[in-house]
């Protein structure tokens, strides 16, 4: 492992200088377990390394304004899986961050390094999609935010510029009678990566779904809305068939490719089939 400078900020603004002042070959530093064995088996080399486990904000979860919650961008996939406000209004969410490697990983990995690591398989963009979060992103120029859908731009890209910070989350608040569900299928139970991951959102008023939402993962280069399934949802009471026919529509946004781990048609069968799973899912919890 080549030597490299360790940067060790105590505030939001420390991190923004430091990636200011060190250039392109600076790596953030959060729970480490992506970057760590890139750098041990060298496929990374940088010159700079600034560790975020000192930023008290990045750790932080919190009521947001209009009833909502913001999640800080180091929060680990363990916290997020236990504690007791995402797991009241946000399951989907709890439920993606409890498939994250094991117990001993989850308990380093973090929200931000999930998203910022940008693997079309990430287990917990889809529920952040479905919820319609915002990341709150900070720079040199100011803080800006960005919706989930437009966060990710390609396979391992994102819309972070090399000096800017992903600082947390924004994720609305849900809204009564609102439920979700998420889902993924992987050849073992753990310490693996999803070969599909499918995310699903109802809210309903008088027996009506009023909101749907249905994000897919490891089907395409970044995780995607399944819109026309929402949509043939929307405005109607849920019922069996009305999920069969949004999980047929589901499969029709899917692009997946053919690897080692799956072939695009078995993909396919598992988007439908996941989607189906996770709405079956959303409605029960909605309808509680």
């Given at each position: 492992m080549r030597r490299f400078e360790l940067v060790l900020p105590e505030s939001v603004d420390d991190c923004v200088r430091a990636l200011a002042q060190r250039?392109?070959?600076?790596?953030?530093?959060?729970?480490?377990?992506?970057?760590?064995?890139?750098?041990?088996?060298?496929?990374?080399?940088?010159?700079?390394?600034?560790?975020?486990?000192?930023?008290?904000?990045?750790?932080?979860?919190?009521?947001?304004?209009?009833?909502?919650?913001?999640i800080g961008s180091a929060v680990t996939a363990r916290t997020l899986e236990l504690d007791r406000a995402?797991?009241?209004?946000?399951?989907?969410?709890?439920?993606?961050?409890?498939?994250?490697?094991?117990?001993?990983?989850r308990n380093l990995a973090t929200l931000g390094g999930n998203l910022c690591n940008a693997a079309p398989s990430a287990d917990m963009a889809p529920p952040l999609l479905a919820l319609d979060a915002e990341a709150v992103i900070t720079g040199p120029k100011g803080e800006r935010r960005v919706p989930i859908a437009a966060?990710?731009?390609?396979?391992?890209?994102?819309?972070?510029?090399?000096?800017?910070?992903?600082?947390?989350?924004?994720?609305?608040?849900?809204?009564?009678?609102?439920?979700?569900?998420?889902?993924?299928?992987?050849?073992?139970?753990e310490l693996d990566i999803a070969v599909v991951g499918v995310a699903s959102q109802l809210t309903l008023a008088n027996g009506v779904c009023t909101k749907a939402r249905i994000a897919l993962a490891a089907v395409a280069p970044v995780p995607v809305r399944a819109t026309a399934a929402e949509q043939a949802?929307?405005?109607?009471?849920?019922?069996?068939?009305?999920?069969?026919?949004?999980?047929?529509?589901?499969?029709?946004?899917?692009?997946?490719?053919?690897?080692?781990?799956?072939?695009?048609?078995?993909?396919?069968?598992l988007v439908r089939v996941l989607t189906r799973r996770t709405l079956t899912t959303a409605l029960a919890r909605a309808s509680a």
């Open positions: 250039g392109p070959e600076t790596k953030l530093l959060a729970g480490g377990t992506d970057l760590l064995p890139q750098l041990k088996n060298g496929l990374l080399k940088p010159a700079r390394v600034i560790d975020l486990s000192g930023v008290a904000r990045l750790r932080t979860i919190e009521p947001a304004d209009g009833q909502g919650l913001r995402v797991r009241a209004r946000y399951l989907s969410l709890a439920e993606s961050g409890a498939l994250v490697g094991s117990v001993q990983v966060f990710f731009t390609g396979v391992r890209r994102t819309v972070l510029a090399p000096d800017e910070l992903l600082v947390e989350l924004v994720v609305p608040a849900p809204g009564p009678r609102s439920g979700g569900n998420y889902l993924r299928h992987t050849p073992r139970r949802l929307e405005g109607q009471p849920v019922t069996p068939d009305r999920i069969a026919r949004a999980a047929d529509l589901a499969v029709e946004v899917a692009r997946p490719i053919s690897d080692q781990r799956g072939s695009a048609e078995f993909r396919r069968h």
